[in-house]
């Protein structure tokens, strides 16, 4: 774990106390080879999870082929003509440039440059021609819902150089990430543990500066992991966690919000109890998008009961029972949402329903 040491020339917080080791071998996350109702479980009881042989999200052609080999992808993208530009972070200020698809690559390609794009658009873009749009189909709900819904899924590509930290910070939603070229090491928390425990999240704090982060606190912590993806592997965290990620190896993924049946009552808990950063009125209610995710659920798992067997194995519907038991039902803030929240306690009831039958 000598990485740890190396990184601190660009992180001088990122020292673990002494006798340590022992600890992060305990917290390392360990790719685990991809099965889907392993992964529906993990979902369910909001687990981070890394599988080491999930399908590679890259686009194929008619022949059933992928359109292009993950290490000919810097390649390729370097030769896209597309004029639109996107934000790009640039050095370890930060500093804020939009740059062309082509204009990325070359920068990227360029020895010591520190740099960095996580929302870059895939579906509807010229990216969609090198990945996989729907590689999460059919069990995530989002790409079918409404318009609102529909906006949060952000699907997009990840470029980054060696050297880049992306701060800690909170998605609001379960992310996954799959590495086509490159490393990146990320240290993963539970939100509110981590925050209780002075460990700072640039989306849940005021923040003029980097977040605080203290690496004994981070030992400390029941919720905490860290985990290396490499090439060929993917990493699917709740959303329930914030997350600090360093770039090991000039690093090209792909990553994507998702929500299932599985997850669908966490989602809406959380937002419904913390407020979401996707809340359009900030002295709204909290989680104004949840009623809308809730009654679309609702309704797809009335669809997929209809289906047989196989398919509704395909959404996850065997984990609904998973994720009824993880949810501590007589917890004052689920009690209350139950009460305020009839879209909540709807959703509740027709998954409770569903286990029964799966």
Same mark, same amino acid.
């Given at each position: 774990?000598?990485?740890?040491?190396?990184?601190?020339?660009?992180?001088?917080?990122?020292?673990?106390?002494? =006798?340590?080791?022992? *600890?992060?071998?305990?917290?390392?996350?360990?790719?685990?080879?991809?099965?889907?109702?392993?992964?529906?479980?993990?979902?369910?009881?909001?687990?981070?999870?890394? &599988?080491?042989?999930?399908?590679?999200?890259?686009?194929?052609?008619?022949?059933?082929?992928?359109?292009?080999?993950?290490?000919?992808?810097?390649?390729?993208?370097?030769?896209?003509?597309?004029?639109?530009? &996107?934000?790009? #972070?640039?050095?370890?200020?930060?500093?804020? #440039?939009?740059?062309?698809?082509?204009?990325?690559?070359?920068?990227?390609?360029?020895?010591?440059?520190?740099?960095?794009?996580?929302?870059?658009?895939? #579906?509807? =873009?010229?990216?969609?021609?090198?990945?996989?749009?729907?590689?999460?189909?059919? /069990?995530?709900?989002?790409?079918?819902?409404?318009?609102?819904?529909?906006?949060?899924?952000?699907?997009?590509?990840?470029?980054?150089?060696?050297?880049?930290?992306?701060?800690?910070?909170?998605?609001?939603?379960?992310?996954?990430?799959?590495?086509?070229?490159?490393?990146?090491?990320?240290?993963? /928390?539970?939100?509110?543990?981590?925050?209780?425990?002075?460990?700072?999240?640039?989306?849940?704090?005021?923040?003029?500066?980097?977040?605080?982060?203290?690496?004994?606190?981070?030992?400390?912590?029941?919720?905490?992991? /860290?985990?290396?993806?490499?090439?060929?592997?993917?990493?699917?965290?709740?959303?329930?966690?914030?997350?600090?990620? &360093?770039?090991?190896?000039?690093?090209?993924?792909?990553?994507?919000?998702?929500?299932?049946?599985?997850?669908?009552?966490?989602?809406? #808990? *959380?937002?419904?109890?913390?407020?979401?950063?996707?809340?359009?009125?900030?002295?709204?209610?909290?989680?104004?998008?949840?009623?809308?995710?809730?009654?679309?659920?609702?309704?797809?798992?009335?669809?997929?009961?209809?289906?047989?067997?196989?398919?509704?194995?395909?959404?996850?519907?065997?984990?609904?029972?998973?994720?009824?038991?993880?949810?501590?039902?007589?917890?004052?803030?689920?009690?209350?949402?139950?009460?305020?929240?009839?879209?909540?306690?709807?959703?509740?009831?027709?998954?409770?329903?569903?286990?029964?039958?799966?």
């Amino acid at each position: 774990m000598s990485f740890f040491h190396s990184l601190r020339r660009i992180d001088r917080n990122l020292q673990f106390p002494e =006798g340590s080791g022992q *600890r992060l071998q305990d917290l390392e996350l360990k790719p685990f080879p991809f099965n889907k109702s392993h992964l529906f479980e993990c979902i369910a009881r909001q687990q981070p999870v890394l &599988y080491s042989d999930f399908p590679r999200p890259l686009a194929r052609g008619s022949d059933g082929g992928h359109v292009c080999a993950p290490d000919q992808l810097a390649a390729q993208l370097a030769r896209c003509t597309a004029p639109d530009t &996107y934000r790009v #972070r640039l050095g370890t200020g930060d500093e804020k #440039r939009h740059l062309t698809i082509a204009e990325i690559l070359q920068r990227w390609r360029q020895s010591g440059v520190v740099m960095g794009v996580t929302d870059l658009p895939v #579906r509807n =873009g010229p990216l969609a021609e090198y990945f996989d749009v729907d590689f999460l189909k059919p /069990w995530n709900l989002m790409p079918n819902a409404s318009d609102e819904i529909r906006e949060l899924e952000m699907l997009t590509a990840v470029f980054s150089t060696a050297g880049k930290l992306t701060d800690s910070h909170s998605d609001d939603m379960a992310v996954c990430n799959h590495c086509c070229v490159g490393s990146k090491l990320w240290l993963a /928390w539970e939100t509110y543990e981590g925050l209780d425990a002075g460990l700072e999240d640039v989306e849940r704090v005021d923040l003029n500066a980097k977040a605080r982060f203290d690496p004994e606190a981070f030992l400390s912590l029941k919720s905490a992991c /860290w985990f290396i993806v490499q090439p060929g592997e993917t990493i699917f965290l709740p959303g329930k966690f914030t997350h600090r990620v &360093y770039t090991l190896e000039n690093y090209i993924g792909v990553g994507s919000f998702y929500v299932g049946f599985s997850n669908l009552l966490h989602t809406a #808990r *959380r937002w419904m109890t913390h407020g979401s950063l996707w809340d359009p009125v900030a002295d709204g209610p909290k989680g104004q998008h949840a009623d809308k995710l809730l009654e679309f659920g609702s309704a797809e798992l009335m669809k997929v009961l209809q289906a047989d067997q196989e398919k509704q194995r395909d959404f996850g519907t065997d984990a609904i029972s998973v994720a009824l038991d993880h949810i501590n039902w007589s917890d004052p803030d689920v009690m209350g949402i139950v009460k305020a929240r009839t879209s909540f306690a709807r959703a509740a009831e027709a998954l409770r329903k569903a286990g029964k039958k799966t």
